[in-house]
């Protein structure tokens, strides 16, 4: 577990496609919440696997509420 200033990072989601995942990391930087993702050069390797979309635990709330609004395939 890494840690920032006392605050985790946390898993937010997991997609299954680059431009989803690129889409909604997009957005939160919108909104000024920083993330980053992991995994992503894995996910053609591996098909159960994904890329996570990770940010700081405090974030974590705002961060749900702008991706629910977002309709993903």
């Known amino acids: 577990m890494i840690t ?3 605050d985790e990072i946390v898993v937010l989601k997991i997609f299954n496609d680059s ?5 909604a990391q997009n ?3 919108e909104e000024g919440i920083e993330s980053f ?3 992503e050069n ?6 159960l696997g ?4 990770k940010i700081f ?3 974590l709330l705002k961060a749900k509420a702008i991706l629910s609004e ?4």
Request: no cysteine.
């Open 70 to 73: 977002i309709k993903f395939p």
């Open 19 to 23: 431009l989803a995942a690129n889409f």
């Open 27 to 29: 957005k939160l930087q």
């Open 4 to 6: 920032h200033n006392k």
């Open 37 to 39: 993702q992991v995994d």
């Open 50 to 53: 994904g890329i996570g979309l």
């Open 42 to 47: 894995v996910v053609g390797l591996n098909p």
């Open 57 to 59: 635990s405090r974030d």
